[in-house]
Antibody, heavy 122, light 107 residues
Framework: QVQLQQSGPGLVKPSQTLSLTCAIS??????????WNWIRQSPSRGLEWLGR?????????DYAVSVRSRITINPDTSKNQFSLQLNSVTPEDTAVYYC????????????WGQGTTVTVSS | DIQMTQSPSSLSASVGDRVTITCRAS??????LNWYQQKPGKAPKLLIY???SLQSGVPSRFSGSGSGTDFTLTISSLQPEDFATYYC?????????FGPGTKVDIK
């Protein structure tokens, strides 16, 4: 049974960097049949896909245009986890952040982390 | 980006009612449409993938249909645990996009 466990601070100051980690159990960050995603949810933006990392002989990333200049998603094979870094945050980045597994075979997001509420405020 | 719309945005129904939610994509997405259920304070839960395939463990009263741009989620007989918000999501192309949600509450 695949589980995703999120960790990271719930409060970030404006202009600083939001950092979250997602620990994977029951699967591998290096699996070539899935991708590892970050999605956020806010009342103003709804559910918003931010980006993903996946392994196909090497690691690749895709990012949403809206955050492309500020986002980094990194896999960590030694700890079997992946992370989100979002730079230069503003109050508009306040949201619940989810890490999510995407299965290439059924083309769907089938496993979700528990969510982390992140507030951007001084 | 592919835009997803849902209707209605909310509905009130009674236990035992048949409920239908529709989702429309701004362009054809073949059958790459998924449905999720979300309850307050919880992560979304996958119900239906590729338009009509029932996720393991999901009750058979949930069903999905459609292809191209128009899709439907049906709950054949609404149960108390089904009161929640439902989202559609396209996985045809990056960036993945979600509908705005349909909230189902008790009449």
């Amino acid at each position: 049974q695949v589980q995703l466990q999120q960790s990271g601070p719930g409060l970030v100051k404006p202009s600083q960097t939001l950092s979250l980690t997602c620990a994977i159990s029951g699967d591998s960050v290096s699996s070539n049949s899935v991708a590892w995603n970050w999605i956020r949810q806010s009342p103003s933006r709804g559910l918003e896909w931010l980006g993903r990392t996946f392994y196909k002989s090497k690691f690749y990333n895709d990012y949403a245009v809206s955050v492309r200049s500020r986002i980094t998603i990194n896999p960590d094979t030694s700890k079997n986890q992946f992370s989100l870094q979002l730079n230069s945050v503003t109050p508009e980045d306040t949201a619940v952040y989810y890490c999510v597994r995407y299965s290439f075979s059924i083309r769907t997001m089938d496993v979700w982390g528990q969510g982390t509420t992140v507030t951007v405020s001084s | 980006d592919i835009q997803m719309t849902q209707s209605p945005s909310s509905l009130s129904a009674s236990v035992g009612d048949r409920v239908t939610i529709t989702c429309r994509a701004s362009q054809s997405i073949s059958s790459y449409l998924n449905w999720y259920q979300q309850k307050p304070g919880k992560a979304p839960k996958l119900l239906i993938y590729t338009a009509s395939s029932l996720q393991s463990g999901v009750p058979s009263r949930f069903s999905g249909s459609g292809s191209g741009t128009d899709f439907t989620l049906t709950i054949s007989s609404l149960q108390p645990e089904d009161f929640a918000t439902y989202y559609c999501q396209q996985s045809y192309s990056i960036p993945f996009t979600f509908g705005p949600g349909t909230k189902v509450d008790i009449k």
